[in-house]
């Protein structure tokens, strides 16, 4: 395995991470899930086996599947030919931890967008390039702040 594949080893797993907590995670599993296929289709991950999934769909139990990439592996959605041609391992090892890396969301999204070859996506939040209002001396009046406070007697 080279070092290049290790290290989107490494960027896939702090997408994922990331991804889990995220409270919009759509781009997040778009980027794991393009960057899966592509290491697939170049040959540098390597399909493992089925594991039977901890969180079933509509309490019916399902398959995800185990992929290698570098010292790292990832589940993913099977293919119909993958469930046919698979080993089944059974459940989850939970025992079983990726290793630990300090990669930063950002640094690790330019890295699999870098392999990927898709284009460098501009930030979707617009700087706030306006003042903030200007506090008045009258907004702080006393007076204003609430018709409970009153001012404590010397």
Same mark, same amino acid.
Not at 28 to 33: E, G, P, V
Not at 106 to 134: D, F, G, H
């Given at each position: ?5 290790? %290290?989107?080893?490494? *960027?896939?797993?702090?997408?994922? &991470? ?9 781009? +997040? ?9 592509? #290491? +697939?289709?170049?040959?540098? *991950?390597?399909?493992?086996?089925? =594991?039977? @999934?901890? /969180?079933? !769909?509509?309490?019916?139990? =399902? @398959? ?21 041609? #698979? ?8 025992? $079983? &931890?990726?290793?630990?890396? /300090? +990669? ?5 999204? /330019?890295?699999?967008?870098? $392999? %990927? ?10 700087? /706030? ?5 200007? +506090?008045?001396?009258? $907004? #702080?009046?006393?007076?204003? #702040?609430?018709?409970?406070? =009153?001012?404590? !007697?010397?």
């Amino acid at each position: 395995m080279t070092d290049k594949t290790n %290290l989107i080893g490494q *960027a896939l797993f702090i997408v994922n &991470r990331h991804a889990k907590t995220a409270p919009d995670p759509s781009y +997040l599993y778009k980027l794991k899930k393009a960057t899966m296929v592509q #290491l +697939l289709r170049d040959q540098k *991950a390597k399909k493992i086996g089925l =594991h039977f @999934s901890n /969180n079933p !769909k509509q309490s019916r139990q =399902h @398959s995800v599947m185990l992929v290698k990439v570098g010292e790292y592996f990832f589940h993913m959605p099977p293919t119909k030919e993958d469930m046919k041609e #698979l080993e089944h391992l059974g459940n989850l090892d939970n025992n $079983y &931890r990726n290793p630990k890396t /300090n +990669l930063s969301l950002t640094k690790a999204k /330019n890295i699999l967008i870098e $392999y %990927l070859k898709w284009p460098k996506r501009t930030s979707s939040v617009s700087k /706030n390039t306006t003042k903030p209002v200007a +506090l008045t001396s009258s $907004y #702080l009046r006393s007076t204003s #702040l609430s018709p409970f406070y =009153h001012k404590r !007697k010397k």
